[in-house]
C-alpha cells in the first residue's frame, strides 16, 4: 500500500490567518489526491480533489478561494485555509488511491480556530 | 455525482451477538466498496472491500455483501467484541482513481 504522511496533526490559529496544512506521498506518485472535512461525529465530506500540475476540482459548496489547493509535485498537495473563522474549525483529512485499489489516508489534521 | 446512505446511525449489541450495518449507492456505475473503521481523532482504517465482480467476501468475523441490481452492500460483524466498538463507514467509488463517497457512519457499541 501506499503510505500517507500529513501535517501538523494539531493546529490551532486566530480567526482571520491563514494555515496550510501538508499531504505527502511517501511511496508512491500521486496524480491525484483527495481532501476531505470531517465535522465532530459526521462523515468525511469530499473537499475536493488536487490534480498534480493543474487546477484542483472543487465539490459543490466548497469555496475554492477560501480553501487553496495546490499540488505542485507528485508527492506533495497542500491545502491552505486563508482568512481562517471558528466554523471553520474541523478535521481535515487528506488521501489518494492507488489505481483501483484502496484509499489510504493521512494522519489527519485537528483545526481550531479561535 | 454518488450518494451514500447508511443505516443504522448508531446500533448497540451485547457482546456476541452479530452486528450489520447496510448502505445504498446512487451511482449504478460504481465499482467498488470499502468498509472502514474510525476511532476518535484518528484516521479511518479499512476493514474489508469488495468490488462488482463480486456477491460477498469474508474475512475472519467480517463479511461484506453486494447486491448490483438493488444498489446496496452491508457489513456483517459476526461474535463481536468490545473492542469492536467504533464508528463505521461505508463508501463507494465510480472507477480508478477516484474519490471515495462516504456514508454518514455508524456508531457500533458492544457491551460486555
Known amino acids: 500500500g501506499a503510505v500517507v504522511s500529513q501535517h501538523p496533526s494539531r493546529v490551532i490559529c486566530k480567526s482571520g490567518t491563514s494555515v496550510k496544512i501538508e499531504c505527502r506521498s511517501l511511496d508512491f506518485q500521486a496524480t491525484t489526491m483527495f481532501w476531505y472535512r470531517q465535522f465532530p461525529k459526521q462523515s468525511l465530506m469530499l473537499m475536493a480533489t488536487?490534480?498534480?500540475?493543474?487546477?484542483?476540482?472543487?465539490e459543490q459548496g466548497v469555496e475554492k478561494d477560501k480553501f487553496l489547493i495546490n499540488h505542485a509535485s507528485l508527492t506533495l498537495s497542500t491545502l491552505t485555509v486563508t482568512s481562517a473563522h471558528p466554523e471553520d474549525s474541523s478535521f481535515y483529512i487528506c488521501g489518494l488511491r492507488v489505481g483501483s485499489t484502496e484509499a489510504f489516508f493521512g494522519q489527519g489534521t485537528r483545526l481550531t480556530v479561535v | 455525482g454518488e450518494n451514500v446512505e447508511q443505516h443504522p446511525s448508531t446500533l448497540s449489541v451485547q457482546e456476541g451477538d452479530s452486528a450489520v450495518i447496510k448502505c445504498t449507492y446512487s451511482?449504478?456505475?460504481?465499482?467498488?466498496f470499502p468498509w472502514y473503521k474510525q476511532e476518535l481523532g484518528k484516521r479511518p482504517q479499512l476493514i474489508i472491500d469488495i468490488r462488482s465482480n463480486v456477491g460477498e467476501k469474508k474475512d475472519q468475523r467480517i463479511a461484506v455483501t453486494l447486491n448490483k441490481t438493488a444498489k446496496h452492500f452491508s457489513l456483517h460483524i459476526t461474535e463481536t467484541q468490545p473492542e469492536d466498538s467504533a464508528v463505521y463507514f461505508c463508501?463507494?467509488?465510480?472507477?480508478?482513481?477516484?474519490?471515495?463517497?462516504f456514508g454518514k457512519g455508524t456508531t457500533l457499541s458492544v457491551s460486555s
Open positions: 463508501a463507494a467509488s465510480e472507477k480508478a482513481g477516484t474519490a471515495l463517497i
Open positions: 451511482d449504478s456505475a460504481s465499482n467498488y
Open positions: 488536487s490534480n498534480e500540475g493543474s487546477k484542483a476540482t472543487y
